[in-house]
């Protein structure tokens, strides 16, 4: 009753209308939705059902979900299926896509409508890449008019877009969490999504999909085993987590049914429907069984790292490995299992038959023919990939969305295919995240719905026999396997694997640097705790630490002393695997610069310089960005340009490349190079008016700039600003400072021939509305006061209300600046917080350094989060956020179409 | 869990073979082979008569995944002769009483689990159905194809006779809510015979539902007999094979039209088509799903229709002018539902009970129930005049 009482006054407090809703609770039933559509005249689909691995409670979005439903007789399913469309009609959706929810009751049927959508959804795009059926296309279809029966199934070609979709397969789609960015956050999950991508997975049994499912994800995880889980793990901890809802509960149900917990107890426990705990226990036993094996034979298992493939065969029967595979095993896990290499594991299997085929997706359940080639893998007998005999190109997709890899690649690889069509050559696009445009069935000649792993890849290659892969433009993920598919004999075309890796290798990039004779900051590898201290006593304080071969600066930090060092070392280790952690010489309020260009072996052509907002050591994927830049001279600009085609051509670019580049002091430094598709690739894309990984795709395949008509590096006359989109909102406890490890999660752009306007433009996009008045509060740094003055002088000249912190406060006194004093938090009340929650604060800027005066300034930023009053914590971005106000005041935000700026 | 495993094969007419493991009774049997695309509703399907002499595939994968339960049944046993998937599952339904592979067992039917299902509809598709011998007990294909040869198949065959009930019999139960139990019996206002072709429960409890008097009929019964009782419409249910050979049924029907509203469901419409001198035709591989769009060309609106059909009519061959078309499939335009207004009789060849699938066409029971309505005060009116 207490946290009842609690939750109902938080809940009128927080409602504008101080009225709260109180629904009885369904916690623990069934969840399901159904995809539905309806056009003008009143005809109604049902698109796809899907029903979540989780129970209610969790956020779909945060669920395993599968489609289509599994636990539905056809009375159950029917008479959802009636409530949907009373739900669409009653709800008065005219034409197009919406999503309902139900809760279902496990012990007696009993169902409630949860939740309605009246529009297309995140669950609309799986449910249109679990069937084949495009929700979003034919909804703009039936926006202007036409009716289902008008519109034909892209499909079959010869039957109508007004029928419901059957599968023949199952499909899982499993959330991506990043839990390890934002470390104050309870990893529980709730009603609040927190997720920030997904992968899905076709098979032909709900088990197959699900362990394809899980590598899928790329978390380094290929199976249910228990590596991860704590041995001294006491049956009640078991229990807690399998009642508690953590991100990671289903490998906490394997290791129950390892312990040989009844499927009842699990089912009580965690609300999981018992049909998919006995199929999980289908998949563990089968994995026991196999590994048992080592055990019984004992005069094998020596001791040796990885056995001689000839054991294979003993260990494991033709029928048996079948049975792995159909099951969704990977070859790498088996591989674990049985102690033998995969590449050995594979040959065995391939030796035996046991090969991957592929079947269609294809929206009717093979009843019709189907004339697209949307295909998915499977351990059967009859393969439907058919490939062709035409010049083809393999290119690899980025994966489930994360941070640090998200769209932005995915709208590289979607450039890839729509290059290579142009062409004429067949592009087969290899992804597994439903949310992307490069797993529409349309994108690309041929789509492969497959995870990105060595395996899946080489399967597809074998079958298809490409003139290459490409590797550089999904990001990360199919950059890691360019190695490994080129050791196959794989010809992975644009930038060679070796190019790649001189690049990622410190050591030989530092020797290709001085022979260049260009600089870098100072800098050291360690591949152990002693070394990492040596290399910053070497280096001098502050040092940036980083892992290597990781994306979105996953565990990276900038350090000022030695204590600082020990405590983000550890998990800087963890994140870099067996690849050294690098330690680098930080170059302190330093300039950063982003360069994208474009290589075909002999021509180089830039294709943007962006100048960032914030200074470095902010990631650059967190940082604001202007193109062109605002304050470099001609001088510096040309030695960008010189550094990075000599850069290009030195590491054999074909294709593109983006170099990082900090500016301390009036010297150019080179902080990365990566020779392949960087985020900013769409941005400059889209600032300059030219398709950059279009042109990138078809120089791959041998073409050359100049055939390309692209020689020139376009110098647009207007500004570009890009800005970064957070997701504190959705995780309480985390704070909002930016720093070395990237945590957006999207991105804005704002354009206008003032760089004021367009900074404006893309801080209103991202959801920072700037005030024109009202009161602006201050509490920056010490470093920070000196150059503070200035930002206030001007906003007290706009007519802004000036409040600051003591130390501020005084300073800007000293200066004659009106200014009103505000308590800190420990000052006593009321305070700063108090003025943010009563909406008195327009504008915060707020910078910091040290942990406690970060303890202590957190609840500033945190309050502005919640009541979204825009904050900048950095002085670059003051600077630019003043410049933007006084823009705002003087003129009136312009709209112009991106394709007039081209002109 | 250590399942015994035992092989059991698929062997068709043309040769083709596929092995997997056996799941439902021992033994041997021939039949049509034949898929169905609905992802629900299995125990309906293995119910319908409509499925006597057919091995059904189903090309949804997971398949007893909610068990089965004593209310889901659509006859008083299971038809099918075989019944193919590629996954039987653990089941889990708060209404599940057995599990797929022992009713299966429990009602004589070989369960055929574990083979490419994909591949073998693909394999009907463009081949046609045919007939095939499933066999969990002998696996040599010389021998088996040898049993399968001395099967006639369905063409020219009338093995409604096999389906039909013996004896005539009153129904009494509507449709029941699975979630409250209520049963929906308002009060009986029109007297209904109904033939049994191999009819479908939930068309009975439909009828009655909605407010008919239901009298079952065995498909011989003659049209003097039906007369006799005074009903006021006479419903032609489905059933099995070739309708051509339903002769008697088709001239008991010629009798009746004019004298009774009529309302025919699948075989139904194919009967009452044939009675107004229409021809039908064996599909290639037939309609059986719960996800066929049918246009009611009347209204212009389309609906989700359960199927379940080999044989079609021939709209061409219909000479009559007063038979119009009402409903077409619109995957390939075949005919979905005729009418007669002059004579008072409807069917449609698809199935507005659905159980499986989608319930979009109810409204042709009501149909019914207006018809009947019509021709009684027409009745009286002239009674009266």
């Known amino acids: 009753m207490a946290e009842y009482k609690d939750y109902i006054r938080r809940g009128l407090d927080t409602s504008p209308a101080h009225s709260v809703l109180v629904e009885e609770s369904v916690l623990g039933w069934k969840e399901f939705e159904l995809e539905v559509m309806r056009d003008k005249k009143d005809n109604v689909v049902i ?157 032909r049994t709900f088990k197959e999909a699900f362990g394809k499912a899980i590598r899928s994800l790329e978390i380094d995880r290929y199976s249910l085993d228990g590596r991860h889980i704590d041995k001294n793990l006491s049956s009640a901890q078991l229990k807690d987590k399998l009642r508690l809802n953590y991100w990671d509960k289903i490998w906490y149900v394997a290791e129950a049914i390892r312990r040989k917990m009844a499927i009842d107890e699990i089912c009580n426990l965690t609300k999981i429907d018992p049909w998919f705990l006995n199929n999980i226990k289908d998949i563990v036993q089968f994995e026991e069984k196999i590994k048992s094996r080592l055990d019984k034979n004992p005069q094998i298992n020596l001791g040796a790292k990885y056995l001689a493939p000839q054991f294979i065969a003993g260990l494991v029967s033709s029928i048996e490995l079948r049975k792995a595979k159909e099951y969704g095993f990977s070859d790498k896990y088996l591989a674990t299992l049985l102690k033998v290499k995969e590449q050995d594991l594979r040959k065995h299997r391939q030796e035996l038959g046991i090969n991957a085929v592929y079947k269609t997706v294809d929206t009717c359940g093979a009843e019709f023919e189907a004339t697209t080639p949307y295909l998915y893998s499977t351990f059967e007998k009859e393969c439907e990939a058919n490939p062709s005999g035409r010049k083809k190109v393999v290119i690899l997709g980025g994966g489930p969305n994360r941070i640090g890899q998200g769209i932005e690649f995915d709208y590289c690889c979607v450039h890839a295919a729509f290059a290579l069509r142009e062409i004429g050559v067949e592009s087969i696009m290899v992804n597994c995240n439903p949310e992307t445009v490069s797993t529409d069935y349309d994108t690309s000649d041929r789509l492969y719905f497959e995870p990105l792993t060595f395996e899946d890849v080489m399967s597809i290659v074998e079958k298809e026999n490409p003139y290459g892969v490409i590797v550089q433009f999904g990001g990360q993920t199919p950059l890691k396997l360019a190695v490994p598919l080129e050791g196959a004999g794989v010809k992975i075309i644009g930038t060679s694997p070796d190019s790649i890796d001189l690049a990622e290798d410190r050591k030989r990039f530092n020797k290709l640097v001085k022979k260049l004779k260009l600089r870098q900051p100072a800098g050291g590898t360690a591949l152990t705790y002693q070394e990492t201290f040596k290399a910053a006593d070497k280096l001098g304080y502050p040092v940036l630490v980083r892992p290597s071969f990781v994306l979105g600066g996953r565990a990276m930090d900038i350090v000022y002393d030695e204590q600082e060092l020990k405590d983000c070392v550890a998990e800087a280790f963890e994140a870099s695997g067996e690849h050294p952690v690098l330690i680098d010489k930080f170059l302190d309020d330093a300039l950063e610069l982003d360069v994208d260009a474009i290589s075909d072996g002999k021509t180089v052509v830039i294709g943007g310089i962006m100048e960032h907002i914030e200074q470095a050591g902010i990631h650059s994927g967190d940082s604001a960005c202007c193109l062109p830049p605002v304050s470099l001279d001609k001088k510096i600009l040309a030695e960008i340009r010189r550094q990075t085609k000599l850069l290009a051509l030195a590491l054999k670019v074909k294709g593109l490349m983006n170099i990082q580049f900090a500016i301390k002091d009036g010297q150019l430094y080179i902080l990365e190079v990566n020779p392949r598709a960087s985020r900013t690739v769409p941005f400059v894309s889209k600032a300059i008016g030219v398709p950059l990984a279009k042109l990138a795709a078809k120089v791959m395949v041998g073409m050359t700039l100049g055939e390309l008509g692209f020689t020139k590096e376009v110098h647009p006359d207007y500004y570009s600003v890009k800005e970064a989109v957070f997701p504190f909102s959705k995780f309480p406890g985390v704070d909002t400072l930016l720093g070395p490890e990237m945590l957006s999660t999207g991105e804005v752009m704002g354009l206008s021939d003032d760089f004021g306007i367009a900074y404006a433009k893309s801080q209103i996009a991202a959801g920072n509305s700037l005030p024109t008045a009202g009161n602006v509060l201050f509490s920056v740094k010490d470093s920070d006061k000196k150059t503070a003055v200035g930002f206030a002088r001007k906003l007290h000249e706009m007519g802004f209300k000036i409040i600051a912190t003591k130390g501020t406060c005084i300073e800007f006194i000293h200066n004659n600046i009106p200014s009103e004093f505000a308590l800190k938090m420990s000052e006593g009340r009321p305070n700063i917080v108090d003025s943010i929650i009563n909406g008195e604060i327009g504008l915060i800027i707020n910078t910091t350094i040290g942990k406690q005066s970060i303890r202590d300034s957190f609840s500033i930023r945190r309050s502005a989060i919640e009541r979204c009053v825009p904050y900048v914590t950095t002085m670059r971005g003051a600077e630019a956020t003043v410049l933007a106000i006084e823009a705002l005041k003087q003129r009136k935000i312009n709209v112009k179409p991106i394709q007039l700026y081209y002109r | ?348 060849q698809y199935h507005p009970e659905a159980s499986p699938g989608p319930h979009d066409s109810n409204y042709l029971f009501q149909q019914f129930i207006e018809m009947m309505e019509q021709c009684k005060t027409k009745k009286q009116r002239q009674k009266s005049r």
């Open chain 2, 1 to 348: 869990m250590a399942k015994k495993q035992t092989k059991a094969v698929l062997l068709l007419e043309d040769g083709a073979i596929f092995e997997g493991t056996s799941f439902g009774a021992e033994g041997q049997r021939c039949g049509e082979v034949v898929f169905n695309t609905s992802m629900t509703g299995y125990q309906e399907i293995t119910t319908d008569p409509s499925y006597h002499e057919q091995i059904i595939t189903m090309t949804y994968p997971l398949i007893g995944n909610v068990g089965t339960n004593p209310r889901d049944w659509e006859s008083r046993k299971v038809y099918a002769r075989g019944f193919i998937v590629k996954e039987n599952c653990i089941p889990s339904n708060f209404r599940s009483k057995k599990s797929l592979s022992d009713y299966l067992k429990k009602n004589n039917v070989i369960g055929l689990e574990g083979i490419d299902t994909r591949a073998l509809v693909k394999h009907i598709r463009t081949q046609g159905a045919m007939r095939g011998i499933i066999s969990s007990t002998e696996l040599e294909a010389k021998k088996l194809q040898k049993k399968l040869q001395e099967y006639p198949g369905l063409v020219g065959r009338d093995i409604v006779r096999d389906v039909t009930c013996k004896k005539p019999y009153h129904w009494e139960e509507g449709v029941v809510d699975i979630l409250s139990n209520q049963q929906f019996k308002p009060p009986k206002k029109y007297k209904v015979v109904a033939f049994d072709y191999g009819a479908k429960y939930n068309i009975l409890r439909l009828l009655r539902s909605h407010g008919c008097e239901v009298y079952v009929v065995p498909a011989q019964t003659l049209a003097k007999e039906v007369l006799s009782r005074k009903p006021d419409g006479v419903f032609l249910s489905n059933g099995p094979g070739d309708p051509a050979a339903v002769s008697y049924a088709i001239e008991t029907v010629q009798q009746l039209l004019g004298k009774v509203p009529i309302f025919g469901i699948c075989l139904g419409h194919q009967l009452l088509a044939l009675a107004l001198g229409a021809k039908t035709y064996k599909l290639k591989f037939g309609h059986r799903g719960a996800n066929h769009p049918v246009k009611n060309l009347q209204t212009k609106q389309i609906e989700i229709t359960c199927q379940n059909h080999g044989f079609c009519v021939d709209m061409d061959s219909l000479k009559r002018k007063d038979v119009e078309l009402t409903h077409i499939n619109l995957n390939d335009n075949t005919v979905e539902g005729i009418r007669c207004v002059g004579l008072a009789a409807f069917a449609v």
């Open chain 1, 47 to 203: 698109v796809c059902s899907i029903e979540n691995l989780d129970p209610m409670g969790i956020h779909t979005g945060d669920s395993i979900t599968v489609a289509p439903a599994q636990t539905l007789t056809d009375k159950e399913y029917q008479i959802m299926r009636d409530a949907a469309i009373k739900v669409i009609r009653a709800i008065g959706v005219e034409t197009g896509g919406s999503n309902i929810q139900f809760a279902v009751h496990p012990d007696n049927g009993k169902l409630y409508v949860i939740e309605m959508n009246p529009r297309v959804s995140r669950s609309s795009a799986l449910a249109s890449k679990a069937t084949g059926f495009p929700i979003a296309k034919i909804a703009s279809l039936l926006a202007v008019g036409y009716t289902l029966d008008e519109i034909s199934n892209d499909i079959t070609k010869k039957t109508p877009a007004c029928f419901e979709p059957t599968i023949d397969y199952c499909v899982v789609k499993w959330p991506r969490f990043t839990f390890e960015k934002f470390p104050g956050t309870s990893p529980l999950l709730t009603i609040q999504m927190k997720s920030v991508g997904e992968a899905m997975a076709i098979g």
